[in-house]
């Protein structure tokens, strides 16, 4: 099972031909990913290690019955490249690029949210279904196969609270990087709900961090609608109010957003949450062991 | 990279008064002779400005109201060079005085929440909105765009109606305003437009008293003069140093220079710096690329600071590769002279390689750690 | 039952204090329709007939609890009044004003529809459940209650074929306009579906004419979803190809959309067609008398 | 009222060329010397295009190549006047010849059963589409645009890569056209922007040789440009009276002249007077209105046309009171002399108030019948 991809994952990469794009569809092919067309205006019948280019998505989708779509175009290209996706019938799209503009991210969530098209991202690491399919840049290696749901606003947190879980022995069944713009195509709720869905999950870790209100919208969600134990990482007790912290989901705008109004958000709905990846990920290990409560 | 792009007052009225948004007549000044000239052309009484990228300005002293050019040029003395709440003033924006009968504000944001724009109106402007929207919420008119649809004049009416703007005239001023602020927040890609106040004068006119006006930066490419207006002075010198080398840096008031890639991760450090009882000196993310060149540069910009006393680098290798970052720090210890001690951590993609090649070279003020909690620990301890 | 409009309808009238508006809307009153409000921005507080006026349709509906909207705004401005009845929740939007740009009613057709909102119209005379409700412009004398649902794209043509049908005692569940612009809230297929749902309706009368296809549309929709019986009339079998014939609904575009094409399109999907008012009349009281098929 | 309006091929250049439309440099003639004149300016040869808002003018004679100014005049004084399809050559376009390596076909349009625009691209251009579509439908790429998204850059490359334009200097050039031809039919308000043929030249250069443009008459409020390039003139004569009158009149080829209260109701009647054996003389709806003015109008115009033995009104009340028109043939009686039996039927609203008014006047030649059908019998009848 796990979630967003898995092993019926056909893939599907928009800007195959770029530098990124190959380097790192390279990776999740070699991964045991089914990458199988890559698209490029101008380039369709050329081959990218042996994975076939088309002109369109939806000649790639007609020939090789791709339904994920991970997208590697350059910013200004990237909201066109989600739309034509979604006009060719692709049913999960993967937004690895930096940079879009948030107006244009604003219009393409409004169209393809009522069309039940699963968009992760953009600027996110991707999706990893650790012995699987790999979508995205996440370093697989980090990982192994087992039944915690890892999901995360953060790329390089990702990777190091998943590094303190698998060094305790505890692995993970989907790790989702949802990204820190300010319009994501999935939320953190978006994603819990799948793993209360997903029979191979029993745990999962939440990262959070400061700015908005996603994990405060979902420790409300967790207390009425999950039944598997969620255990929490927010970063950012020490950010100065006020200032930019790199991604403008860090922004903090007066107190609510701070992680200390998010982490009591979390705890007074029953969730428990670590200070640092390191604690974390043994309390963790800690819930997985105690096994999962009815 | 910052996220977006802050106008000063006079730049968001530039762009307000572009958007068929009214706003009083005024100019720019950089000098008490300036501000004379500016007070002469406008003639009557005139506001003289601070134009700080900070609230406060009014308490602070930054706004004066002067009935001769003689006392617009003697504020204008006492207002530049002055620091608010940290931000010195280099810059004023004079205008003429407008007499207020009303005051009301208005705004459009991004709800991230549910992704869509978010006009927000109250006659209880001239406040802070926080508190309107705490302690009465009913008067706080709110509501969203469908960004698809865009918007409708239905949406002005409604806003009027249910912030109980009642006189006509108002009413059709006010929802041209509102019409031409979406116009505003969508042609200039902004993240944020508010008028507070959006005032009535005794007259009825209804205009834009003050602006605050961010753009995202994204998105500048298509707005190359909104690029231009970004302000790179005011900023804090090393912050400015840090942006023209790619290197999100904000200074903080510690002792521990923290560099990592990543905004989540870095964040989660200085959390765990003062977890262990130290003080970080800054917030420093090299971002995706974290190659040599970035390093060399987050390093000059880091050490400009003579607060800090320790560096602690930070790196869980993803699309940055650590021998990459191993490299870098090599370089830059051999192109600068860097007395501080440094506790490099590096995981994750490469990361043998860059602990072979910092073992090998080993510089005396270089000390590598296994775990990001120990390297915080060393740090800091280092840091004393 | 009926369709549409019925005894539960709670109406809702934009542009109740204009000269058609409260025409319209007092005779509506007059024959039992329950209309509950009007909306007029800057009126609120008057009241017209007994009928209280609100400045927005969100007020309307808060104070009264209106789920229908009938829309009898000004062209320029009815567009915007269906985008407010639809924000406010108005479930059933019934638009009765002609001459609305074609492109405003492409954008409103495009947000309403996965909406779940029904709309019928614009350009139309609305709709009329016999002995419960009627919203609109259609004349309640010429129809009496029975179990005969009658779609048409013209008014008073509509009137023509139901007057034909009470005259030979025959009555009708619903009388639904769909109106002839290019641009229409709801199509025949729409309204057969709901009619084929209705438990009260027995058999259904078509009244198409030339241009468009969804007189054929409707056709094979008929064979492959209806079980109950379907009589149609299609208008415009001596109109000159090319020419312009009142409403754009009505410009014949080559051999496609002839009022000839149309029958043959009905008849081959077992459909019976009338040449005229009266012979469709008299076959709908046939097929009526002759009882439902399985 | 007519629901669209066609513009001419010269007027929809100027629209493309305001698109951003490649079009061909060109000049109006009215008059043999006119045409001469712009072939002197135009400079080399020049191609003579009949204005006409009928297809086939190069089968008719209405499209010449001109090799001089001389040849110009010559071939404007031949085609000014010419009759092509009923339609009287008032007007010339004239520009630059173009060499043509291939012909290309671009459209889009209003698709009803979608309720979304429509674009159409094939590199079979030149020729009827309609055959296309039927015998060569995989040549002819067909494209949906979500109104409220617009377009978006991925739509024209689909329809390049599916239309199998292959060089890459096309694909960019039309991939522009494409763009900007959406950016028309929406900025224009219109229901069909078709381009056939888009050219090649031996140059490479893509362009638009001809142009069908029309554009929602609902929505002319918005373009009063495009209102004034409406063709007045060049309508039928009894078409243009009746336009100036607001009734919707349409002239046809038999005897019975014929009106009613709404366009189905008007085709039903025409279809039943062709079952009883007579001829419709015209379409003539009086729209929802039908009060006295409108059936004086509408009977001057029915009258005009001096085959009309017989006319007959089909009034079904609903907003249009029958009393109103009973008034209005009674008023129009007065005003006009008209010697034509009338035949009325009049059901609905207000009809026996309709009834008992023309009862009471009882004119000569005026025959009020109780049904559809009878009316129409009676009508035939009298037309022979």
């Given at each position: 099972m796990a979630i967003i991809v898995d092993r019926e994952t056909r893939l599907l990469v928009?800007?195959?031909?770029?530098r990124e794009g190959s380097f790192h569809a390279t990776r999740n092919k070699a991964y045991g990913t089914n990458v199988v067309a890559g698209v490029t205006p101008g380039k369709g019948g050329e081959e990218v290690e042996g994975v076939p280019v088309f002109d369109t998505v939806e000649a790639a989708v007609a020939e090789t019955g791709a339904n994920t779509a991970m997208v590697f175009v350059p910013a200004r290209f990237a909201a066109d490249a989600i739309y034509e996706a979604v006009a060719a019938g692709i049913e999960t799209v993967i937004c690895i690029t930096e940079g879009i503009p948030a107006h244009d991210m604003l219009r393409v969530y409004n169209h393809v949210r009522p069309r039940g098209v699963t968009l992760v991202g953009p600027n996110c690491p991707g999706v990893l279904s650790p012995g699987k399919s790999n979508v995205g840049i996440i370093p697989a290696e980090i990982f192994r196969e087992g039944t915690v749901g890892l999901v995360s606003r953060s790329g390089t947190l990702t990777y190091q609270i998943g590094h303190e879980l698998t060094q305790l022995g505890i692995g993970q069944s989907s790790i989702v990087g949802i990204g820190g713009d300010p319009v994501v195509g999935s939320s953190f709720v978006d994603v819990l709900e799948r793993f209360e869905a997903d029979p191979e999950t029993e745990l999962v870790v939440m990262v959070g961090e400061i700015g908005g209100a996603e994990e405060e919208k979902a420790a409300a969600f967790i207390e009425a609608e999950m039944s598997k134990p969620v255990v929490a990482y927010i970063a950012g007790f020490t950010a100065p109010p006020g200032k930019t912290m790199g991604h403008a989901g860090a922004i903090i705008s007066g107190t609510a957003g701070t992680a200390r109004a998010k982490k009591e958000a979390l705890e007074a709905h029953g969730v428990r949450v670590g200070t640092n990846p390191t604690e974390v990920a043994r309390l963790a290990a800690e819930v997985a062991r105690a096994g999962t409560p009815g | 990279m910052a996220a977006a792009v802050d106008l000063y007052e006079y730049q968001g009225k530039q762009l307000f008064a572009r958007a068929g948004i009214p706003v009083s007549e005024g100019r720019v000044a950089e000098t008490p002779a300036e501000a004379r000239t500016a007070a002469e052309e406008l003639g009557g009484q005139v506001v003289v400005k601070a134009q700080v990228l900070v609230g406060g300005r009014g308490k602070a002293g930054g706004i004066k109201l002067a009935d001769s050019p003689d006392e617009a040029e003697a504020y204008a003395s006492d207002i530049l060079g002055m620091d608010i709440r940290g931000h010195v003033v280099r810059r004023l924006w004079l205008e003429r005085a407008s007499e207020i009968a009303k005051e009301y504000y208005l705004s459009i944001t991004f709800d991230r929440g549910e992704k869509k724009p978010l006009f927000m109106l109250t006659t209880q402007g001239g406040v802070d909105i926080e508190e309107v929207a705490a302690e009465s919420p009913e008067a706080l008119a709110k509501l969203h765009v469908d960004p698809l649809v865009g918007f409708q004049p239905w949406q002005a009416r409604w806003l009027c109606f249910t912030a109980a703007i009642e006189d006509v005239g108002e009413q059709k001023q006010v929802a041209a305003i509102v019409e031409n602020l979406y116009g505003a927040f969508v042609d200039f890609d902004a993240m944020l437009c508010e008028v507070n106040p959006l005032i009535v004068t005794p007259e009825g006119e209804v205009k834009a008293l003050d602006s605050k006006f961010t753009v995202d930066d994204n998105a500048l490419y298509r707005h190359p003069e909104v690029g231009e207006m970004r302000d790179v002075e005011a900023a804090d010198p090393q912050e400015r140093l840090a942006r023209e080398k790619d290197v999100t840096y904000v200074k903080l008031d510690g002792e521990v220079g923290i560099l990592g890639n990543g905004a989540g991760l870095v964040m989660s450090t200085l959390d765990v710096i003062d977890q262990v009882g130290g003080r970080p000196a800054n917030f420093c993310d090299l971002g995706g690329g974290g190659d040599a060149e970035g390093v060399v540069a987050a390093l000059e910009v880091i050490t400009t600071d003579p607060q800090v006393k320790a560096i602690l680098f930070n790196i869980f290798g993803g699309i940055t590769r650590c021998d990459e970052v191993a490299r870098g720090i090599l370089e830059a210890l051999e192109r600068m002279t860097i007395e501080h001690p440094i506790v490099v951590r590096l995981d994750g993609t490469n990361a043998e390689e860059g602990r072979r090649l910092l073992a090998e070279a080993s510089p005396a003020n270089l000390h590598v750690e296994e775990t990001m909690l120990s390297a915080a620990e060393r740090v800091v301890e280092l840091s004393r």
């Open positions: 928009q800007g195959l031909t770029g | -």
